[in-house]
């Protein structure tokens, strides 16, 4: 192994850290100021947790409804929110969302259309209008296959797969790279930048039952508060209402709310359309907080499904309809549930999924409190606010990747790479190693384990402040004991599964801790957060953020009160927007 306490230096203009849709937009857009860009993924390009936003991306092309607007957008994406959003950032998303798409389209991208050969849109929960731009139920896939040839065709764009990322490094204050390590050697390198952008995603591996593929670990959460930024709405968790549950092996894996966009039936074990009792005016196309709460009470009330769901039902639908617009989600059940969902029903329960939280920014650049220090996508806050409606997250990685490559392009343009501390990086690596050199410690595979069960049980979709309290000081043991996991695993450094799972704790515990210490303060329910103990809306939290820092080797919470919406915009969410047309198939 080499010597790893003078590792090899890779400079560049702009890093970004994480491929995704977001990634991959900011580097197009840095690349376009003619900055130089390196791009670092934790596993390989093109497998990017985008991909599992299948049913569509939400912007006001108007091509189905005529009658949908950005201020039709807005108000939805406020409301959804329960107005705790960054207002300017839903005001900037509705608004640019339609050239992103079209965008998309001149790139490449092939949607689904109209009889007119417009691109068509679908509904989904709690949109006024028919607004989801889709290809088929694989839109995230086609996004990341567009974005990544239109990346790796920039001259000035560089990949680096398999890269974990250990710490942001910083200079007086301001981020000047970041220490990585190969997953496939076991050597780090330092990345020497004049700006960073984190599009790392999210944190839904800390659950037990989750729609999240193994990378999201909310590294970038993690990365961000440990250089000294703030994060925000931590307690706001999505769990979508639409995870498979049957068989075992799978339980979590998401079932897009295509399914119901395209005319899919929620019933429970009685076959009553339940959804009647929570939200008669919209039904299964109810918000997503709303419909999770409303399946978790009837499987809780006895009237679940055998397997602990209940059940979607879409077999209504002519095979052939169901085949071309839900081609995913029929492969899905046939081959890892032996159902046919032309013929039977899903079982479905919620599955974690999202998190609204993340890093603050301000909304036109994506810049972090921290100079340098850029965010966008899952792993910044602001756009969704209490609950974000589906179809938002693929517009909001292009609206804002873009912001944010441009920001930081901008930002880079005017600077120099600055120097780097040769102490700090030689601290970051020996803490790194000390999980592989240990002769003997705590398994850190079993700790990951035991955090997701404690994550589940107390920070599950309905809170209660015992529960939370119980778990937040179990959190705290866990951080603990990870300090003193070992992984000796027998390949040593080189891609050492263990070492992995070992460096990806502290990450884990952040995120964990945050939600939970959130989670307590919000005496009340609002959008994806529910106490049972506060269950209404309390007008003392509805214009307040929590924001979580380190004080310290403490986490501080405090309250921040959300900036004012102008009243031109709150004239525009209190508007009745017209449902009164046809729709333009």
């Not at 995120?511 to 609002?526: T, V």
Request: proline fraction near 4%.
């Amino acid at each position: 192994m080499a010597d790893n306490h003078t590792p090899p230096e890779v400079e560049t203009d702009v890093l970004i850290i994480g491929a995704g849709g977001a990634g991959l937009r900011a580097a197009i857009a840095a690349a376009s100021h003619e900055s130089r860009v390196l791009v670092l993924c934790k596993s390989l390009l093109g497998k990017a947790h985008t991909v599992m936003a299948e049913g569509g991306m939400a912007a006001a092309l108007a091509n189905v409804s005529p009658l949908d607007s950005w201020k039709a957008h807005f108000a939805d994406t406020m409301k959804g929110g329960k107005l705790i959003n960054n207002w300017r950032m839903a005001e900037l998303h509705a608004k640019e969302a339609p050239e992103r798409v079209l965008e998309l389209e001149r790139w490449g991208a092939v949607f689904d259309r109209t009889n007119k050969g417009l691109i068509h849109q679908r509904p989904f929960g709690a949109h006024t209008y028919h607004r989801l731009a889709h290809i088929g139920d694989r839109t995230g896939l086609e996004l990341i296959r567009t974005l990544q040839d239109r990346a790796i065709h920039e001259s000035n764009v560089s990949v680096e797969m398999e890269v974990i990322v250990i710490r942001l490094l910083t200079n007086d204050g301001q981020v000047v790279g970041a220490l990585g390590l190969s997953r496939i050697d076991g050597t780090f390198a330092v990345y020497r930048a004049k700006a960073v952008i984190l599009a790392t995603g999210g944190n839904g591996r800390i659950f037990r039952v989750t729609s999240n593929s193994w990378e999201c670990t909310g590294d970038g959460t993690a990365l961000a508060y440990w250089a000294g930024a703030r994060l925000q709405d931590s307690e706001m968790v999505q769990f979508h209402p639409t995870g498979m549950v049957w068989p075992p092996g799978v339980k979590g894996l998401l079932v897009t709310e295509g399914v119901r966009g395209e005319g899919g039936l929620l019933r429970n074990s009685l076959g009553d359309r339940f959804m009647n009792n929570y939200d008669p005016e919209r039904m299964e196309l109810s918000a997503r907080d709303v419909v999770a709460r409303a399946i978790n009470s009837e499987v809780v009330a006895g009237r679940g499904s055998p397997h602990g769901g209940v059940f979607l039902d879409i077999s209504h639908q002519p095979a052939d309809f169901i085949k071309h617009k839900l081609p995913s989600m029929y492969d899905q059940f046939l081959n890892l549930g032996d159902v046919d969902i032309t013929r039977q029903p899903m079982e479905v329960a919620p599955t974690a999924h999202y998190q609204m939280g993340g890093i603050r920014v301000e909304a036109e650049t994506g810049a972090t409190e921290v100079r340098g220090l850029f965010a966008a996508g899952e792993v910044a806050c602001g756009l969704h606010g209490a609950n974000r409606l589906g179809g938002n997250s693929l517009s909001d990685l292009v609206v804002f990747g873009k912001r944010a490559g441009d920001a930081a392009a901008d930002f880079a343009r005017e600077g120099r790479l600055g120097p780097v501390s040769k102490g700090e990086v030689r601290d970051a690596i020996k803490s790194a190693k000390r999980p592989l050199q240990a002769r003997r410690g705590e398994n850190p595979f079993q700790i990951y384990s035991e955090l997701q069960d404690v994550m589940a049980k107390h920070a599950p979709i309905i809170r209660n402040p015992r529960e939370l309290q119980e778990g937040l000081g179990k959190v705290l043991e866990l951080k603990e004991r990870a300090q003193r996991a070992a992984a000796t695993g027998s390949n040593g450094a080189r891609f050492n599964p263990g070492w992995h799972a070992a460096i990806g704790l502290p990450s884990m515990m952040v995120n964990a801790e945050a939600i939970i210490r959130c989670a307590l303060e919000r005496r009340e329910s609002r959008g994806a957060h529910a106490r049972s103990d506060y269950p209404e809306l309390s007008d003392e939290f509805a214009k307040v953020n929590f924001c979580i820092s380190a004080d310290g080797a403490d986490m501080k919470v405090d309250a921040v009160a959300t900036n004012p919406i102008p009243p031109e915009l709150m004239e525009v969410i209190n508007t009745k927007f017209s449902t009164d047309y046809v729709p333009q198939d």
